[in-house]
């Protein structure tokens, strides 16, 4: 029996999504899943998988573009697999503290394809993140990497529990 094929998406401006979608794919590995990891803009055809995790950046309540374009224009694909979305946003650990739902145009997306879950992460910005927003930040005090591996490997067995039990 082969293994199931899953795609891991995601649409970054900083790196700190790919970092979780790259944990994500390497959890869903090593639970036996052949799992794909690629940003969000490279993906045209999701038709080739068997489930898609698709991730996305939150800025200022907004998901990333590039998560949001990959959803639609694979609308009609991903509503015939499991999917699963995810941000990552909050530079606090809230989102280890409880469940944050989605934001507003990311509960459009998973209506608009059928989606299982979402699930939030923490984001990231530290002194290798770009720009002079996340430096404006860091000089506040308000940056840190929030990501928690562990949150992130536990979801991820979640999705691999539920594609073996399918």
């Known amino acids: 029996m082969t293994a ?3 795609l891991v ?6 790196g700190a999504t790919a970092g ?3 944990q994500i794919g ?7 899943l052949d799992a794909v990891v690629l940003p969000a803009g490279k993906v045209h055809d999701v038709r080739a998988y068997d489930a898609v995790v698709l991730g996305g950046s939150l800025y200022a309540g907004h998901w990333s573009g590039k998560a949001k374009r990959c959803a639609e224009r694979n609308a009609e694909s991903l509503r015939h697999r499991p999917v699963w979305l995810f941000s990552s946003g909050p530079l606090d650990r809230s989102a280890e503290d409880h469940d944050i739902p989605p934001v507003p145009a990311v509960a459009r997306q998973m209506q608009l394809i059928g989606a299982r879950e979402h699930k939030t992460f923490g984001g990231s910005v530290t002194a290798g993140t770009p720009g002079l927003v996340a430096r404006s930040m ?3 005090g308000k940056g840190g990497d929030y990501r928690a591996p562990e949150h992130i490997r536990s979801w991820a067995h979640h999705i691999s529990a539920e594609l073996a039990a399918a």
Do not use: C, S, W
């Open 4 to 6: 199931k094929k899953v």
């Open 9 to 14: 998406a995601y649409g970054t401006q900083h």
């Open 20 to 22: 979780i979608a790259e």
């Open 26 to 32: 390497r959890t869903l590995r090593e639970d036996g």
């Open 138 to 140: 860091l000089r506040q």
